[in-house]
């Protein structure tokens, strides 16, 4: 497995979406994610958006009130194919109104991906986000289930290996392929991990389908570093049974991570046994918050 070897000087993530607006805001939220990850590193800023939504509507409202042009997102990565991840992309193409910006996701995130509960519904990437559509709105694909540095220091994870007992795979999604119908395992979760020097791992999740624990040992892997200073995104513990959520909370705070940052698909409950057993090193997500590291 590649062995990355880069550090940034500093990362700053700004919330974009997410499903709580915040008390007293006027952010738009939206069943969805998306952050702005603004890195840092010698003369270099590169800014990196992680999701785009199920819309581009409020995450240029977020932007405008937050001072920010579409203009300055580098590149875009795909956390996976769901509709609340990667329908707002070819809007988000268009407001950035540039040439060959990478787009980077796993080789399987144009595949349908279905639920039959409570009806039939195809939850994947849509045609108006299919690959030529990203290349007429100027975007250039990125596929790679493996994991690789975007830039030195800032590393899209590829696929996750699931190895936590307590973890299990899946939330009863299917795959179709020469009409055959088939479990799926979201095998395309990607997450984003951040070398920062003198601090340790930021980690940037979507929906966490791999398991965050996987994810955070994954990183840790890849990177060889095993300080995580934050873990940041939705955790999909919304129908995660009980015992799962207390040891999920146990392991997070075995780890020691100083910012565990959750929300979109964590769920309400999960949220309170976050909070009850990392006290102040948990925080809720919402848009608008801003995370700096150092
Ligand atoms: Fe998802
Ligand atoms: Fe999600």
Redesign the pocket.
């Known amino acids: 497995m590649l062995q990355t070897k880069g550090q940034v000087d500093a990362v700053r993530v700004i919330t974009l979406l997410d499903d709580y607006a915040g008390y007293e805001t006027s952010f738009y939220a939206q069943h969805g994610?998306a952050f702005l990850i603004e890195v840092s590193s010698g003369e270099i800023c590169k800014r990196i958006l992680l999701d785009v939504g199920q819309s581009a509507t409020p995450i240029l409202h977020n932007m405008s009130l937050l001072g920010l042009e579409p203009g300055i997102v580098d590149a875009i990565l795909l956390s996976h194919c769901?509709y609340?991840?990667t329908e707002g992309l070819v809007d988000m193409l268009k407001a950035i109104n540039r040439d060959l910006v990478p787009v980077i996701a796993h080789t399987s995130i144009f595949r349908e991906n279905y639920i039959f509960d409570p009806f039939i519904r195809n939850i994947g990437i849509t045609a108006k986000n299919g690959p030529e559509a990203i290349r007429a709105a100027g975007g250039h694909l990125v596929l790679s289930d493996r994991p690789f540095e975007i830039m030195p220091g800032v590393i899209s994870t590829g696929v996750v290996p699931r190895r936590v007992d307590f973890e299990q795979s899946g939330i009863g999604t299917y795959n179709l392929a020469d009409g055959v119908i088939s479990g799926d395992k979201i095998e395309d979760d990607l997450s984003i991990v951040i070398n920062v020097k003198d601090v340790g791992l930021v980690i940037l999740v979507?929906?966490s389908h791999a398991g965050i624990v996987n994810i955070v040992n994954h990183s840790k892997e890849i990177t060889g570093i095993d300080r995580v200073e934050a873990v940041i995104g939705?955790f999909h513990l919304i129908e995660a049974p009980r015992e799962r959520v207390i040891k999920t909370a146990r392991a997070l705070k075995e780890m020691e991570v100083n910012s565990v940052i959750a929300g979109?698909?964590t769920g309400l409950k999960a949220c309170a046994e976050l909070a009850n057993q990392l006290k102040d090193n948990f925080e809720l997500l919402q848009c608008g918050k801003i995370l700096n590291v150092p």
């Open positions: 994610i769901h609340d991840h979507g929906c939705g979109h698909c």
